[in-house]
């Protein structure tokens, strides 16, 4: 008896616990279903814009000494919507007719560059120690207890109400307002109102200044939750608000808002009554430990791959969803590049490791290992993005997979790391393939969250597993191979023999590409329809370039811990770095593989080239020389590549191949003047 | 006379609306079959529930005899239904050759790997030569390695029907072969569908607007209006049937 009224109070204690972060998910998951449905932006940088509030909230009043109402009015009132609106303005509204799969790539490019664009812009840096505050003084430690089961904090009642308040605030504008009933019915359907003479671009526009005020509002109202600031724990936030979303196929308001509410509660719920069984059940302890973090995940996972219809929730739900202006056409860039082009860059690479191999001091040797190794996991990219069409999320778990088979097959078993290496190859192959099996029926936008979920999972449960993960002192110790009389202590000799591992490598994405399965892939890149009804199975052309793309990020993951004598998980292979992988490689051309090694030749010696200035030192010769702004700060390679991305979203095809294609066009248009000009001529006219 | 493909009471909905209602038809082996209807009457979709691109609420559809309702779109491909698409659909990026001899080698699926790193991904001889044989038969010799992007229209379409004969179907479903060509190049397109079917010997479910194209290509034809079947039989009696009338000139359905 006295035990069940432990357990209803504990039951009531974890709802209310719950109520205060699920109402703030639920505002992340409004805002982020308002952007999808109205201009069919999947928006990833949700959590960017969401954390730039916060961060301008806190220099405003700590910094500047507004006091926190001012500061509140600025960040959240002022500049969320403006945010919002620059970012429809600037981008999303000229790529309305893209592919939504680019959309989705400029939105992870946006991802990455805010948060650093608006530290650097405002010079933002917290004091060490400091954390992040409410909008009400002594948030934290002040408490009210209204049922008498769990104590709320001024902070979590703030954000409770706030949150309410708004949420109620949107569903009034949506029935009493015009503006608010011509969102609506974009929301609804934006063909039809197109069809009746509503601008879109308006309302659009307008959609995207809400969603982004919501964004702001549950950055500032969630701050406190958090220890420090940090926009991953923004991007944490965003998941779990996708999570809330998908569960109603990311177009309903309402289960928007029940969704976020409702993990809110089940997060609270399992960390009040797991610790509680696993007394009674010691198998559960381990799961225990790891449970918490991973349930949005979980659940995100659980939604896309259980929910059936999900991927008809979105075309049929548009009747007129078949008069969109056709899809712009992805430029034709797989020209037969021929065997003289191929050999030439053969060459120049050839060329560039000679000079490394005989000129080069250990860092530099270091280094550029570290890009060739680099290159291996991007081309894992060129094969799953460029070749197959699909954008996955999780190649840093991939690559991770390679980089804890040499750690726990080569340092703890002693086996030879480089077989350790293969052996990784093909765990992370059968991974991928069986993820790719679990999502076989979809698609697209569902696929990136899928594995995006994937991600996090292997972040946040899997790489704490002993027997994944092992201890952190022990994954320093990755020793080198030998083979026969060759000693790969030797830097230089191993980086020609990473080199050779990445010619291998990229001959096979070569052959792959040309062979029967990259030939499937590609008809059923040209039209999936077309492609099935002369007889060719998407799921399994699909599993197969997941597998091979799974094989190569985890061969590539560890050549790079062996290379650098350690797997130092946190800066080389967590889900948020992977998504500046993708965003690299698809700036530099995911359509070839010399795209994917430029990439990562970019990617590692961007910072120690260019941020810290040391191609002046060369260029005028003496360290002495590096301008005085030098070093700049790392984060501007974010904004950069991430800003990259608009431009990669108006040429698809890449850096490498736009240039190409440039220069083509050019001779094109010569050779066209030289006929006017001959025919001219013919006439008898002057030219 | 064997029947390749039927349909036994195929019904399909869209969100409460009926397309197709409890439609059945046979196609004989070999046969020059019509389904003419005017536009909305569900032809597309009716193709689209044979191939198994929409799923069918109620009703079987049958191959050689065989139910094939359950199967994957692949699946019913690989076993001997070809067809083209009312809005063309060409795999962008790929030249002709690229069409042919993927369509090939999609329904022979064995020892793939072998034969890639033997022919480092170039056609195989077999390939070639079927893909050469088509080609000719649909007059488009010359244009194997031009990029699909370059064709004209009426060259897209005969490399659709191109595509669909590497597969050696059983029954081909054409889905408004003449739409978007002018009167020349349906004339054309219709002798080379005559020429192709009598060598290949295939039978052709055609969908068409073009009365003159169904006329002299096709021996027996079905009516459908709103999903139902109206009326089927010979091609000229079904167009000089009353229903025909009724359906084209929007009157009361005559049931
Ligand atoms: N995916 C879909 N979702 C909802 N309704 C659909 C869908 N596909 C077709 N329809 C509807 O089903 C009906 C039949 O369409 P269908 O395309 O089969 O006609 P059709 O006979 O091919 O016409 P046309 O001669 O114009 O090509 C139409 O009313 C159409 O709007
Ligand atoms: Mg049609």
């Not at chain 1, 292979?573 to 698809?586: H, K, M, S, T, Y």
């Not at chain 2, 010799?141 to 597969?167: F, H, I, K, N, Y």
Request: net charge neutral; proline share 5%; glycine share 10%.
């Amino acid at each position: 008896m006295i035990l069940a009224v432990s357990v209803v109070t504990d039951f009531f204690q974890a709802v209310l616990q719950g109520v205060p972060p699920g109402t703030v998910y639920a505002l992340v998951a409004i805002g982020f279903v308002l952007t999808y449905k109205t201009s069919g932006v999947f928006n990833f940088a949700f959590g960017a814009q969401a954390f730039a509030s916060m961060v301008l909230f806190h220099k405003a009043a700590d910094e500047w000494g507004w006091g926190t109402v001012p500061a509140a009015i600025l960040s959240v009132l002022i500049f969320a919507p403006l945010l919002g609106f620059l970012l429809e303005w600037a981008v999303f509204r000229h790529l309305r007719t893209a592919p939504p799969l680019s959309t989705l790539v400029v939105s992870l490019g946006l991802t990455v560059a805010i948060p650093s664009l608006v530290t650097i812009l405002l010079d933002f840096s917290p004091k060490s120690g400091s954390s992040p505050h409410g909008v009400v003084p002594d948030g934290r430690t002040v408490r009210y207890d209204p049922f008498g089961v769990y104590p709320f904090s001024r902070d979590e009642l703030v954000a409770t109400i706030v949150a309410i308040v708004a949420v109620l605030g949107l569903a009034a504008l949506f029935r009493f307002t015009p503006v608010g009933l011509m969102m609506k019915a974009v929301v609804e359907s934006p063909r039809m109102t197109e069809l009746n003479g509503i601008s879109a671009d308006r309302v659009s526009a307008g959609a995207w200044a809400l969603s982004s005020f919501f964004a702001g509002l549950a950055g500032v109202l969630i701050a406190p939750r958090f220890t420090t600031f940090s926009a991953n724990e923004y991007f944490n936030i965003m998941v779990i608000a996708i999570a809330a979303a998908a569960v109603g196929k990311l177009v309903s308001l309402p289960w928007a808002f029940g969704g976020g509410l409702g993990l809110g509660v089940v997060i609270a719920l399992v960390s009040t009554f797991l610790p509680r069984w696993t007394d009674e059940f010691a198998w559960l302890k381990p799961v225990q430990e790891n449970v918490l973090p991973s349930i949005p995940f979980v659940v995100l996972f659980g939604v896309i791959v259980f929910v059936p219809g999900l991927r008809k929730a979105i075309g049929s739900s548009d009747p007129l969803a078949g008069v969109d202006p056709p899809r712009q056409n992805v430029a034709s860039v797989i020209t037969s590049a021929g065997w003289m082009f191929l050999a030439l860059k053969a060459v120049l690479l050839l060329g560039a490791v000679a000079v490394v191999y005989t000129q080069a001091d250990r860092t530099w040797t270091l280094l550029v290992t570290q890009a060739v190794a680099m290159g291996i996991i991007f081309l894992s990219i060129t094969i799953i993005t460029g070749l197959a069409g699909q954008i996955s999320l999780c190649q840093g778990a991939f690559a991770a997979i390679g980089a804890f088979a040499v750690y726990q097959l080569g340092e703890v078993r002693g086996m030879s790391v480089l077989v350790a290496v293969v052996i990784g190859g093909a765990i992370a192959a059968a991974v991928a393939a069986a993820l790719s099996l679990t999502l076989r029926q979809l698609t697209g936008i569902w696929v990136a969250i899928a594995t995006l979920a994937f991600a996090f999972f292997f972040d946040a449960v899997l790489v704490k597993q002993s027997w994944i993960g092992g201890d952190s002192l022990a994954r320093s110790r990755i020793p080198r191979p030998v083979i026969g009389t060759i000693d790969f202590q030797d830097d230089s000799n191993f980086l020609l023999l990473a080199v050779i591992v990445l010619a291998v490598c990229a001959l096979g994405v070569y052959l792959f590409s040309r062979g029967t399965t990259g030939r499937k892939l590609r008809a059923l890149g040209g039209s999936e329809i077309a492609a099935r009804s002369v007889g060719i199975s998407p799921s399994r052309a699909r599993v197969a370039a997941f597998a091979l793309s799974g094989f190569l990020a985890a061969v590539g993951g560890g050549m790079l811990v062996i290379g650098q004598g350690s797997v130092n998980y946190g800066t080389s292979f967590v889900p948020f770095l992977a998504l500046f992988w993708l965003i690299v490689v698809v700036t530099f051309g995911v359509r070839q593989p010399s795209g994917a090694i430029v990439a990562a030749a970019f990617f590692i010696l961007f910072e120690s080239v260019f941020l810290k200035g040391e191609i002046f030192g060369w260029i005028l010769r003496g360290e002495d020389n590096i301008p005085s702004f030098f070093p700049l700060a790392p984060d501007w390679r974010y904004i950069l590549f991430g800003l990259g991305t608009i431009q990669y979203a108006r040429h698809p095809e890449g850096v490498l191949a736009m240039s190409a294609a440039k220069r083509r066009a050019r001779s094109e248009r010569r050779a066209a003047d030289k006929v006017v000009v001959d025919s001219a001529a013919e006439l008898g006219t002057p030219a | 006379m064997s029947t390749v493909l039927a349909t036994r009471g195929v019904s399909k909905y869209f969100s409460g609306i009926m397309a197709l209602d409890r439609v059945t038809l046979e196609v004989n082996a070999g046969e020059r079959v019509g389904l003419i209807g005017p536009n909305g009457a569900g032809k597309t979709t009716l193709f689209n529930c044979i191939l198994g691109v929409l799923p069918v609420e109620v009703g079987e559809v049958e191959l050689n005899g065989e139910d094939i309702t359950s199967l994957p779109v692949h699946h019913r491909a690989r076993k001997g239904i070809g067809r083209t698409f009312q809005q063309i659909e060409l795999f962008a990026d790929s030249t002709v050759r690229d069409h042919l001899v993927i369509a090939y080698r999609a329904n022979r699926p064995r020892w793939a790997v072998v034969h890639d790193l033997l022919t480092l991904g170039r056609p195989r001889p077999e390939e070639m030569e079927a893909s050469d044989d088509v080609l000719e038969l649909l007059g488009l010799q010359g244009l194997a390695d031009e990029p699909v992007e370059r064709l004209s229209l009426g060259q897209g379409r005969l490399l659709e029907v191109a595509r669909t004969l590497m597969t050696n179907p059983d029954v081909v479903l054409l889905d408004e072969p003449s739409s978007g060509l002018d009167r020349r190049e349906t004339a054309a397109l219709a002798e080379t569908l005559v020429e192709i079917q009598a060598e290949r010997g295939f039978a052709v479910l055609l969908v068409e607007h073009d009365i003159e194209l169904v006329s002299s290509f096709t021996t027996r034809s079905y009516l459908l209006d709103f999903g139902h079947l109206l009326t089927s039989g010979p091609t000229e009696e079904v167009m000089a049937s009353p229903e025909m009338r009724a359906a084209y000139l929007g009157t009361a359905v005559v049931a």
